[in-house]
């Protein structure tokens, strides 16, 4: 387990040093959120409508748009080819870089989603369903993203390749969640049955994520 | 311990970039691959890493741990230095050293070895070139593998540096390791075995 | 002294030493006063009640807000076109001290709205242009924390923030014009005709006082600014030292 703790801790300590982008991805949910407003009107009561989307709308962006470098820097300065040649398991490893990822990047979201609630007027017992739904849901965005940031490192192509490659693939993901928030504030589904759901596809995404962006990575490297 | 690969085929973009290449290296040896540019050196490198597919042929070493695959017995030193600019110097070998399997004494012993110890508080972001490479040489010292590939190795260093480093490239021969280098110019031993590529073909 | 002799961090480190506690002192000392005209001389609003005191805090923290962007773009100048040494230190720190004090606007708008509006956050126009004011000063920190080399840092920070200062009476503008279009008439009405003089002494005192504030941690935070970076040359040379074998 050292190599793998070794690894996770180099991660997150990256990310919170000088130009690391612990910061960055909350800051865009924030300016995400700030639009929305602006495009659609102040009206409070339709945005207290249409809150949980708009919060889950800005999360799955923030967090598609840090996982850019989750390969992509380790790739550039040869990091990655001393990976490949270590014993702990690609999939571990890649398992390893997508949690210290989520704790620094998905974990601020779901922290900063009630305030920004506040600001959509949307009520804390919806807020609380809001927030449960998104930190059961975005580890499932970071696992699927892992998949698409390898991808876009094996095809050495960054930029908008990767959230075109993944978005299709999280809206399970944002149906479910949004659907869980709604059910909780104004049903009639109970709150639960979307929400297993949700948690359903964080665990299949945890299974499968990090198998396929291993072997992207593999076959990548040429 | 032995090294060896037979009939080894090259294909990159669907070029061939080299074809039946064979070579044997025993412990204590070294094995030096030379060629103009294109001609192969590190993408043969890279073949024995396991970061280049084998289209034809085989590499398997002889006498290792069996339970290990090649790739988890051998350093690979890159063009690239494979450091982190925001961590410091002591950071980045640690974290590599617990990565690779070495241990924390191992750590302190090898940043002495390549005199950065006076360094190691420093972010690798303020290191030159030079200091980047010993940097990354370290992580060798720091976390034991009996085979060794360098590409390159001595780059960006200074003659003073090279020597040092051939001096660690002897001690690890000396110690029963096995090193194959990739290098356009001497790299400091005397004893090692030439493997041209580029020509036969 | 004239400015280019302020030029030598080591002049203007001196200067500040010996300027940063009677800053202090001044700054404690209206404080003081404003906070007792606050809440003994000035009286409660008639509607409002003793919220209506939040005022004294969220009017100079907008105007503090404003003041920020605006000697972050006076030290822009300085960098791009005088090359002033001392003008990105400055632009740098002004930052972080800009945005706490927009945040604060935001907040005290937000506490002050609370009994009014019902509900934490409106969208009234002021408060949504201090938002992205915020925003801004928030993009301009992530900026600085990107590029490890200042000098480097620094130009592409004034670049950004003269951009951002010519974009900003824009942004109000449009702001208000969206506002406009959806809701009529802003809640807040400070700043209209009639303020009564029992109102306005305290407040004047509290901007005063909060602008003092802002002065002395900015200078404060030059100096550290100044230190951070003499730390970062001495590691540059401890490398450059440990070059040889």
């Known amino acids: 387990m050292m190599p793998l703790a070794a690894l996770f801790l180099r991660d997150i300590r990256l990310a919170v040093r000088i130009g690391g982008g612990a910061v960055m991805g909350v800051l865009f949910f924030l300016i995400v959120v700030t639009l929305v407003p602006l495009a659609v009107g102040p009206d409070l009561a339709l945005l207290q409508r249409i809150g949980p989307a708009i919060l889950w709308l800005g999360a799955l962006l923030a967090s598609l748009l840090a996982l850019d470098h989750l390969f992509a820097a380790d790739y550039a300065d040869g990091s990655l080819d001393v990976i490949l040649t270590a014993r702990a398991p690609l999939e571990l490893a890649v398992l390893a870089k997508a949690a210290a990822h989520w704790l620094t990047t998905g974990l601020p979201l779901v922290i900063a989603a009630p305030v920004l609630g506040l600001m959509l007027n949307i009520e804390p017992k919806a807020m609380a369903a809001v927030t449960l739904t998104l930190l059961a849901g975005t580890p499932a965005l970071t696992l699927i993203g892992a998949v698409g940031a390898a991808l876009s490192v094996a095809l050495r192509r960054g930029g908008l390749l990767l959230p075109v490659l993944v978005l299709p693939l999280t809206i399970p993901v944002l149906i479910f969640g949004v659907a869980a928030a709604n059910a909780a504030i104004v049903g009639p589904t109970p709150f639960g049955t979307p929400f297993t759901i949700l948690c359903a596809l964080s665990l299949a995404s945890l299974a499968i994520g990090p198998f396929a962006a291993a072997a992207a990575l593999r076959h990548g490297l040429e | 311990m032995r090294l060896f690969a037979e009939d080894l085929d090259c294909v990159r973009g669907g070029r061939a970039v080299f074809e039946g290449i064979a070579f044997s290296v025993g412990a204590g040896e070294a094995l030096c691959v030379t060629g103009r540019n294109g001609a192969g050196k590190s993408s043969l490198l890279r073949q024995i890493a396991g970061l280049v597919r084998v289209a034809h042929g085989t590499i398997a070493l002889d006498g290792g741990d069996p339970e290990l695959s090649i790739a988890e017995q051998l350093h690979y030193l890159g063009h690239l230095d494979a450091l982190k600019a925001s961590l410091s110097v002591h950071e980045n070998l640690t974290f590599w050293a617990r990565y690779l399997g070495g241990s924390r004494d191992g750590v302190d012993a090898a940043l002495a070895v390549l005199e950065l110890d006076r360094l190691a508080d420093l972010p690798a972001a303020y290191l030159s070139a030079g200091q980047r490479r010993r940097l990354s040489i370290a992580r060798l010292l720091a976390a034991p593998r009996p085979v060794w590939l360098l590409d390159e190795p001595t780059s960006a260093l200074d003659a003073l540096a090279q020597a040092r480093v051939a001096e660690l490239m002897r001690a690890h021969l000396a110690s029963g390791g096995m090193i194959v280098a990739a290098a356009h110019g001497p790299i400091g031993l005397e004893a090692a075995r030439e493997l041209r590529l580029g020509e036969a073909v | ?245």
Not at chain 3, 30 to 50: C, E, I, N, R, S
Not at chain 3, 74 to 97: F, S
Request: with cysteine.
């Open chain 3, 1 to 245: 002294m004239a400015l280019i002799d302020l030029a030598n961090p080591t002049r203007f480190l001196n200067l500040a030493n010996r300027c940063l506690p009677w800053l202090a002192g001044l700054t404690a000392v209206l404080f003081a006063a404003g906070l007792y005209q606050t809440w003994f001389v000035a009286p409660d609003d008639y509607q409002q009640g003793a919220t209506v005191k939040i005022m004294y805090i969220h009017v100079p923290s907008a105007w503090l807000g404003m003041f920020g962007w605006t000697l972050m773009s006076i030290a822009a100048l300085g960098t791009l076109v005088w090359r002033h040494p001392l003008a990105d230190v400055a632009a740098k720190t002004a930052a972080p001290i800009g945005a706490a004090f927009a945040f604060l606007c935001l907040v005290t708008g937000s506490l002050w709205g609370r009994p009014m509006w019902g509900t934490y956050w409106v969208w009234d126009a002021r408060l949504t242009s201090v938002l992205v004011l915020f925003l801004m000063y928030l993009g301009m920190m992530t900026l600085w924390r990107t590029v490890e080399d200042p000098s480097r840092a620094g130009r592409a920070a004034a670049v950004l923030t003269l951009v951002g200062a010519i974009n900003l009476p824009i942004i109000k503008f449009s702001v208000d014009w969206w506002n406009t279009l959806h809701q009529p008439a802003s809640v807040f009405r400070v700043g209209g005709p009639a303020i009564d003089r029992s109102i306005l002494l305290p407040l004047i005192v509290m901007v005063l006082a909060f602008t003092l504030l802002f002065v002395t941690l900015h200078l404060a935070a030059m100096r550290n600014e100044i230190m951070r970076r003499r730390v970062r040359t001495l590691r540059l040379q401890q490398a450059g030292a440990g070059a040889g074998g």
